[in-house]
């Protein structure tokens, strides 16, 4: 079993056997200090979240950026676009690295993918102008980006391991983007531990919070029993890609999103399993009845 820390530990708070997750043991796997969210939801919901961070995140410090900032704060910039909440973090950051406020020009518009993404944007003060619908994602943000004339300059601050999904579809409708690396994914190696629980089905469902953790696990061995459930499609074609088999993918790419997507994988396990106690029973009633004739 996976030893308990301060950070892994998460008892079910009095839970119930009637609570949505009741006796699920959840692996979150999200950087520390980036998962209390999701482990409190799940906590709430009545399973037992594991916290055990399988990715970490650090901020990046570079001229580039450091330009990027002078630029998005004088309205060099007629667009900046954030795909996670992590790039809103690592531009904070380096902004007080820098030992200067973070500012964004009014003139600037902010466009974000996800929920979370827009609720860090709007903790540190900023509007979003733009905000897909529920299925976020770098393609959904393009596919909803607005039909403008060609040449604005776009601001993408993004991630070591980001895909150029975005930037190539913003590109091609012929717009001057600038692509700034904010911070960097480090992959962690699975403990020992929490790798033998996984193959002995100890853990009840994996949350893949990002293609960076389908990554962390690559090589892991996971019991089949174990239900594998993607924060969105990005992260669902990684997971497949890597040959994983998904019990479910949530329609909002978000803590919140994940959860109600285990809910609603709990119940329809329920359904099926109530469903064929009923087919049992009426196969046995049918047999009895013949035996009497």
Do not use: N
């Given at each position: 079993?996976?030893?308990?820390?301060?950070?892994?530990?998460?008892?079910?708070?009095?839970?119930?056997?009637?609570?949505?997750?009741?006796?699920?043991?959840?692996?979150?796997?999200?950087?520390?200090?980036?998962?209390?969210?999701?482990?409190?939801?799940?906590?709430?919901?009545?399973?037992?979240?594991?916290?055990?961070?399988?990715?970490?995140?650090?901020?990046?410090?570079?001229?580039?950026?450091?330009?990027?900032?002078?630029?998005?704060?004088?309205?060099?910039?007629?667009?900046?676009?954030?795909t996670s909440a992590a790039a809103v973090?690592?531009?904070?950051?380096?902004?007080?690295?820098?030992?200067?406020?973070?500012?964004?020009?009014?003139?600037?518009?902010?466009?974000?993918?996800?929920?979370?993404?827009?609720?860090?944007?709007?903790?540190?003060?900023?509007?979003?102008?733009?905000?897909?619908?529920?299925?976020?994602?770098?393609?959904?943000?393009?596919?909803?980006?607005?039909?403008?004339?060609?040449?604005?300059?776009?601001?993408?601050?993004?991630?070591?391991?980001?895909?150029?999904?975005?930037?190539?579809?913003?590109?091609?409708?012929?717009?001057?983007?600038?692509?700034?690396?904010?911070?960097?994914?480090?992959?962690?190696?699975?403990?020992?531990?929490?790798?033998?629980?996984?193959?002995?089905?100890?853990?009840?469902?994996?949350?893949?919070?990002?293609?960076?953790?389908?990554?962390?696990?690559?090589?892991?061995?996971?019991?089949?029993?174990?239900?594998?459930?993607?924060?969105?499609?990005?992260?669902?074609?990684?997971?497949?890609?890597?040959?994983?088999?998904?019990?479910?993918?949530?329609?909002?790419?978000?803590?919140?999103?994940?959860?109600?997507?285990?809910?609603?994988?709990?119940?329809?396990?329920?359904?099926?399993?109530?469903?064929?106690?009923?087919?049992?029973?009426?196969?046995?009633?049918?047999?009895?009845?013949?035996?009497?004739?």
């Amino acid at each position: 079993m996976v030893p308990e820390t301060a950070d892994t530990a998460q008892p079910a708070a009095a839970s119930s056997p009637s609570a949505p997750l009741a006796g699920w043991r959840v692996l979150v796997a999200r950087p520390a200090g980036r998962g209390d969210d999701l482990v409190t939801l799940v906590r709430d919901a009545g399973g037992s979240p594991l916290h055990v961070p399988l990715i970490a995140t650090t901020p990046v410090t570079s001229a580039p950026l450091r330009a990027a900032l002078d630029a998005l704060a004088d309205g060099g910039f007629s667009w900046v676009a954030l795909t996670s909440a992590a790039a809103v973090s690592a531009l904070q950051a380096a902004a007080r690295a820098a030992d200067r406020p973070f500012r964004i020009a009014p003139s600037t518009r902010i466009a974000a993918v996800g929920t979370a993404t827009a609720a860090a944007l709007r903790g540190a003060g900023l509007p979003v102008h733009l905000l897909p619908g529920t299925a976020g994602s770098a393609a959904t943000l393009a596919a909803s980006w607005p039909m403008e004339p060609p040449g604005l300059r776009v601001l993408l601050p993004c991630s070591d391991r980001a895909t150029p999904t975005l930037a190539d579809a913003l590109r091609a409708t012929g717009h001057d983007v600038t692509t700034v690396v904010v911070y960097r994914t480090e992959i962690l190696p699975v403990p020992e531990p929490l790798a033998r629980d996984l193959a002995d089905g100890r853990i009840d469902v994996v949350l893949l919070t990002s293609p960076s953790t389908v990554q962390a696990l690559a090589g892991t061995v996971i019991a089949p029993g174990t239900r594998l459930v993607a924060i969105g499609q990005p992260t669902a074609h990684a997971a497949r890609a890597a040959g994983r088999v998904l019990a479910a993918v949530a329609v909002e790419p978000s803590a919140r999103g994940m959860v109600d997507a285990l809910i609603g994988l709990r119940g329809a396990e329920a359904d099926m399993h109530h469903a064929t106690a009923d087919m049992r029973g009426a196969a046995t009633t049918s047999t009895t009845g013949m035996k009497e004739l």
